[in-house]
């Protein structure tokens, strides 16, 4: 018997066992795969360790949010790296632009681009640091079009949400600006691999006497009384607890829930049907040693001035994000660098219902089309990278699906909607009354938005306010 047990072992539910295991909550996390982490996990090649999706953080500084709730945490001595003053770089249309640590930097820094819409810049970076639950019904691209009177500029912010799915009829403001907001505050990089964040949370938890076991896949939930009575895994394992957190994709805990009359058939539609996000497409390549050196920002790169059209339709890549990995030793030689571009689902829908590693050679060489493509912008920041790269691996949505349980392999979960907001984002609660959820499908995607939903989940067990 526990006090909590946690389906899933991605940053979510990890957060949730570290900091319910420091109350003193007897903690288990079962994830069903052999490597826990999901989308934090980095995997080896060769010498090599490659990140599955971190890249950086923000707000780490002290008094800013990210700050205060890793060091809650016990995550703020792992070796954080600030990036450049100049942490996000921009290139449109040829033209190149910076984004610089600050709200008054930043909105200055384009300023210098764009005199004639200081104020604008002003009245939009004040608007960040003030964002409400209001936001969640404004449309982003709406928003923007009545801030910025410049086409350019209103592409030029939006830029670095390539971290998000930059839809224009939808997109809610609240998630736009929670993506922006804390890296202009402040900006790092981990000087390491992400195992390292997943291992420091997972010997939190062991050390308060906690368990973490992998290839423990829970397949039903028990339910008497209206609470979940128990979790029943794979091989035949059943473990009990008080409470339940739940860190899958809220459709495939439905799957988990068949059995469980509480749950009624308006929940499980709701969560069933929901619309997911794109995946990403990311080539990661090695670079052969003495190529290049490290640059401590990140460059988004498009090819024309629109950056919100990125996923509407079946076309080449029109945009790439470049993300340089810390060297690990003390020179400055680069070894590894990211590119992603967004990818819908129904660009990798023809090879979904082949296994890993069976889907022919017109699969590899689709993937082989997109880094060239990935790659073709990349020089526009990087020239001559084609002849720089030593090694390079892909992964698609479907790799997403394969490995994390991602339904249509959607990198930042299920979609927010401005215009059903009531549908689209979701109570840490659920019918049944000490079942929670927790992730990046429940209310914010990316780092910090998991971060603040698992704070506000164990919100629920500790009867805390969240932070």
Same mark, same amino acid.
């Given at each position: ?47 090599? &360790? ?11 500084? %002290? ?22 003053? #100049? ?8 033209? &190149? ?17 764009? %005199? ?8 939009? /970076? ?59 505050? =402040? ?15 997972? =010997? ?44 899958? &994709? ?32 990311? @080539? ?11 640059? @401590? ?28 990995? /810390?060297?690990?030793?003390? =020179? #400055?030689?680069?070894?590894? $660098? ?31 089309? +997109?880094?060239?493509?990935?790659? @073709? ?38 979609? +927010? #909607? ?23 499908? $429940? ?25």
């Amino acid at each position: 018997m526990h006090d909590v047990l946690i389906i899933g072992s991605g940053l979510g539910g990890l957060e949730c066992g570290a900091l319910l295991a420091k109350r003193g909550f007897r903690v288990l996390v079962l994830e069903g795969s052999n490597q826990p982490g999901g989308c934090m996990q980095s995997f080896r090649r060769g010498r090599l &360790h490659y990140d599955t999706g971190l890249h950086y953080v923000g707000g780490l500084a %002290p008094g800013q949010v990210m700050h205060q709730a890793f060091a809650q945490l016990g995550l703020l001595d792992l070796p954080w790296q600030r990036m450049d003053e #100049d942490f996000d770089h921009v290139i449109i249309g040829g033209r &190149h632009f910076a984004f610089r640590q600050g709200y008054e930097a930043f909105a200055e820094g384009l300023a210098k681009d764009f %005199p004639h819409q200081r104020e604008a810049l002003h009245s939009y /970076v004040q608007r960040l640091q003030n964002i409400t639950a209001d936001d969640m019904d404004i449309c982003a691209y709406d928003y923007l079009r009545q801030t910025f009177s410049d086409e350019l500029l209103l592409n030029v912010v939006s830029a670095a949400a390539m971290k998000t799915e930059l839809r224009r009829e939808s997109l809610p403001l609240f998630n736009f600006a929670h993506t922006c907001s804390s890296y202009i505050e =402040s900006s790092w990089r981990l000087k390491g691999n992400g195992n390292m964040l997943v291992n420091k949370l997972i =010997s939190i938890i062991r050390e308060a006497g906690g368990e973490v076991r992998t290839n423990s896949k829970v397949t039903r939930l028990t339910e008497a009384d209206g609470r979940i009575e128990s979790a029943v895994c794979a091989d035949g394992q059943t473990y009990k607890a008080e409470f339940y957190i739940s860190d899958i &994709h809220p459709a495939v805990l439905c799957e988990l829930l068949e059995g469980c009359p509480t749950v009624r058939r308006v929940f499980r539609r709701r969560m069933e049907a929901a619309e997911n996000t794109c995946g990403m497409f990311t @080539a990661q390549l090695s670079i052969k040693p003495g190529a290049l050196r490290y640059f @401590a920002h990140n460059v988004f790169v498009y090819d024309k001035p629109n950056v919100w059209t990125m996923t509407e339709e079946n076309t080449p890549v029109k945009g790439v994000m470049i993300s340089a990995r /810390v060297p690990e030793d003390s =020179s #400055d030689d680069l070894r590894q $660098i990211d590119l992603l571009t967004p990818m819908p689902w129904h660009e990798c829908k023809a090879w979904a219902e082949t296994r890993v590693g069976r889907r022919g050679e017109d699969y590899n060489a689709f993937c082989r089309q +997109k880094t060239e493509q990935c790659i @073709a912008l990349a020089e526009q920041y990087i020239p001559g990278l084609h002849d720089m790269v030593e090694q390079c691996y892909t992964s698609t949505p479907l790799t997403y699906r394969d490995y994390l349980g991602n339904p249509e392999g959607g990198a930042f979960g299920m979609r +927010k #909607d401005c215009r059903k907001s009531m549908l689209t984002f979701h109570s840490v609660g659920s019918p049944l009354q000490n079942l929670f959820l927790t992730g990046q499908s $429940i209310i914010l995607p990316g780092i910090e938005g998991v971060t603040m939903t698992a704070f506000e989940t164990c919100s629920k067990i500790t009867r805390d306010n969240a932070i």
